[in-house]
């Protein structure tokens, strides 16, 4: 993750930047995630599932200084289209692989974590239609989403013993939160599945002896 941060900072990507995700759930998911942040850039994700038009909207209006997109994805050659027509700076990943970001670490010394970090800083900018129609940016700080995990585990008595499952898309809140940050907290590993067939979701939480 501090490689990839270290990567991100060759980039150009700094304090205030946004960084767009849009890829399945996966390792390297949440570890671009942390290294953005670790610059302190927003992370601004994006669902597989969205549309080209959507994508658009997104891109458009939260003018990423980065936007990585998984290449597996649907709509991948025509947001790569609309990105070089935009000239805009991206890169195509695929995920899950057995050694992530690999191609992009190799040659960058991990950058120390990034002791100076506020809370009250925004860590995500979340795009949501709620009930008003075209989606709007909504900006999450780190205080708010440690509010939410931490909270969580005063009622959940979660620990490292703990395995979880990851089903819902990162880039919806409750997974960020629920699945990500707050098992990360107690260090309890996640499975993320590459499929959402019933018979691969039974397999996973069989296999990774999901709790």
Known sequence: TLRFSAFLKSRGVGKGDRVLLLSENAPEWTMASLAAMNLGAVVVPVAAIASALEIGNTIKSAAPKLSIVSRR???AR???EYL????LAYLLWDVQQPEPLT???EGHAALPINEKARGDEDALLIYTSGTTGAPKGVPITHEAVLFVAEGALKVINGS???RLVGVLP???MLEFTAGFVTPALVAAPVTYVKSLKAEDLLAALKESRAT
């Open 73 to 75: 994805l649907p709509t």
């Open 78 to 80: 025509a947001t790569e």
């Open 84 to 87: 070089r027509a935009e000239k």
């Open 103 to 105: 191609e992009y670490i």
């Open 160 to 162: 490292a013993n703990d």
């Open 170 to 172: 990162l880039s919806h």
